[in-house]
């Protein structure tokens, strides 16, 4: 099938991958009392008395906004805001099909930081959450950090953490499969942007100690020139050798790639320059790094990319809508590092030990299990952390 044509084709079909569907009747004088006027007021003035009430009595306990400016879209960059409506519709339809959590696209006609966030905090009371998608660094640090600080309901920047809760899931079963122990590997990455920042400080976390990130320039190190704020922040907590050069002289002996940059900036001859049998995850798309055939001829162990045509594909579905389902089972406040951690191992252990092999380190984006899993483990990791206000 021509993906291309044929999406081009059903989209002009479905002009619109979404639709509003009531959940009550409306079928005769009585309902639309019931759901209008004159019956509404009744909740209104709850709500007006008590605004904790909004969310037993409207949808705003289930509902997500899902916000971009179009300016880092998919592999296409930046395209506007309406250019990102199909992309967002689509996020909105796996948050519903993956998580029943229902979404709303929000494309704001701005580049400009406080624009953004005055424009998400002011709409904010009618959502329960922000999904943050496809914004481009560094500005996407900085509008999740201040719409962290003034709204109330857990702000969510998918390309950072969905990405990095899977990449963690999947990194925690590649090294099963290797022998491998995180805190003992040594990890290069490529792309310093959201995806390969968030990545790197979730790896921290959770016990990395020997990193070393690469931009368009070679490796970042402490006192590197021209660093911007984001990345000068990794450079103290990173590379702490201060190895020098482009990446194919600090990928050498390394244990294991992360990729979230760009096509070809992986060979086979620096795959073949690194540990035995390392692990590769060349995730750039909709072209990778580095093709998963030529990384297992290079030597590569277990090699996975972010298409669904190859083994191990690490996809944020498997994250992110299990995430906010337990994020609103529990009218969590925020979406913390607790919670993160537990959506990986929720999703890491979906494959069981004895099934675990270099073609299947994750489980698929169709797997029933995923919602109750992440969702389940989520929602408990939000109660023993404190920010849940309720028990699912």
């Known amino acids: 099938m021509n993906y291309s044509e044929e999406s081009l084709k059903k989209h002009r079909e479905w002009r619109g991958k979404i639709e509003t569907v009531p959940k009550m009747r409306l079928g005769n004088k009585e309902d639309l009392a019931l759901a209008y006027t004159p019956g509404v007021a009744r909740p209104c003035l709850e709500i007006r008395d008590n605004p904790d009430q909004t969310w037993e009595l409207t949808g705003r306990w289930n509902t997500v906004a899902v916000v971009t400016d179009g300016t880092a879209v998919l592999g296409l960059g930046d395209i506007g805001p309406e250019a990102s409506m199909p992309v967002m519709e689509g996020k909105c339809v796996l948050f519903k099909e993956f998580g029943g959590v229902d979404a709303v696209p929000v494309c704001v006609r701005s580049k400009d930081v406080g624009t953004i966030v005055e424009t998400v905090s002011l709409i904010a009371g009618s959502f329960g959450g922000i999904n943050l998608e496809d914004i481009s660094a560094p500005r996407c640090f900085e509008i999740e950090r201040l719409l962290k600080e003034r709204c109330d309901i857990p702000i969510f920047h998918d390309d950072q953490h969905g ?28 792309g310093a942007g959201a995806a390969g920042i968030a990545i790197i400080k979730l790896l921290k976390t959770v016990g990395l100690r020997e990193v070393v990130l690469c931009d368009r320039e070679g490796a970042i190190w402490k006192g590197r020139p021209n660093l911007n704020p984001a990345k000068a922040e990794m450079a103290e907590i990173s590379n702490k050798s201060l190895r020098k050069g482009p990446l194919a002289e600090v990928i050498k002996g390394a244990d294991v790639f992360i990729g979230v940059s760009g096509p070809g900036v992986l060979t086979g001859e620096m795959v073949a320059s690194m540990a035995k049998g390392p692990i590769i995850f060349p995730m750039a798309n909709p072209t990778p790094e580095i093709m998963p055939d030529e990384a297992l ?78 969702g389940g483990a989520v929602a408990k990791a939000a109660v023993k952390s404190g920010v849940a206000k309720k028990r699912a």
Do not use: Y
């Open 297 to 374: 001829r290079a030597g590569a162990a277990v090699v996975g990319t972010g298409r669904s045509d190859f083994p191990n594909q690490i996809n944020n579905v498997l994250a992110f809508p299990g995430i906010f389902r337990g994020v609103f089972d529990v009218r969590a406040s925020d979406i913390n590092g607790v919670m993160k951690i537990a959506a990986a191992e929720a999703i890491a252990s979906l494959v069981p030990d004895t099934d675990l092999c270099p073609e299947r380190i994750l489980p698929e984006a169709f797997d029933p299990r995923l919602r109750e899993a992440v």
């Open 163 to 190: 990405t990095a809760v899977v990449t963690l899931a999947a990194l925690m079963n590649a090294l099963k499969v290797t022998g491998r122990k995180l805190e003992s590997v040594s990890v290069v990455t490529s």
